[in-house]
């Protein structure tokens, strides 16, 4: 086991016995990552209307919290973990924001002023930890060009994409998740990242 899935477990085991400092490095640590598979995961329409901050936090607060459950295997098991519950936090907020939608509008019919949340999730918990607006914002930028490349990709080249450089699968875990050989899925996600290397550069 490498050093840092070693120290991941640790931190897991450390947070499953209560432990705040263990959940905030776990925060600190996963934050970003999970961030991507929220945003390379989101439709352009539900970027558009929702913070990715609230979503990472969101999927983030809802697993710490389910961590009791959670055997450790590696590191790239927890990441795919996390990963999960990214996903049902869309699911959740695509159902939201079509409810806000409908009260939007029932708003604006009797004179409201919309909502004032500014786009955060009701009830969602404050992050654990934040860190420095510089490095915030230079990781945004980068993302954001990332997104716009991957949005013009076929929906077979995003998704193979994902699944290696962002969730972590092996082209064997990708090939049984896919119903293709190691062989096939080895040379989709190099036309993939050749595909994704041209849009990139045209951005």
């Known amino acids: 086991m490498c050093t840092l899935s ?5 931190l897991v085991a450390q947070a ?3 432990d705040k400092t263990a959940l905030n490095q776990l925060y600190r640590a996963y934050a970003e990552r999970v961030r991507w598979m929220v945003r390379l995961n989101m439709s352009k329409e539900l970027r558009a209307k929702l913070e990715s901050v609230d979503l990472v936090q969101d999927a983030l607060f809802h697993a710490l919290r ?3 459950g959670f055997k450790y295997k590696n590191e790239g098991d927890f990441v ?3 990963s999960k519950i990214a996903q049902n936090v869309i699911r959740d907020n695509l159902d939201k924001l079509h409810a806000d939608k409908r009260n939007i509008h029932k708003e604006v019919a ?3 002023h919309g909502p004032t949340t500014s786009g955060r999730l009701l009830g969602a918990p404050m992050p654990i930890d934040t860190t420095t607006p510089s490095v915030i914002m230079s990781k945004r930028e980068a993302l954001a060009k990332l997104e716009n490349a991957i949005d013009v990709l076929k929906p077979e080249y995003r ?3 994902i699944l290696t450089k962002i969730e972590g699968l092996s082209y064997g875990e990708i090939g049984d998740r896919l119903g293709k050989s190691t062989d096939a899925v080895r ?3 190099s036309r993939a990242m050749a595909a994704l290397t041209t849009a990139f550069r045209k951005i």
């Open 80 to 82: 795919r973990w996390l």
């Open 16 to 18: 499953q016995g209560g």
């Open 187 to 189: 040379m989709l996600v």
């Open 6 to 10: 070693r120290k991941t477990q640790e």
């Open 66 to 68: 389910g961590l009791g």
């Open 110 to 112: 009797h004179g409201g």
């Open 159 to 161: 998704e193979v994409i």
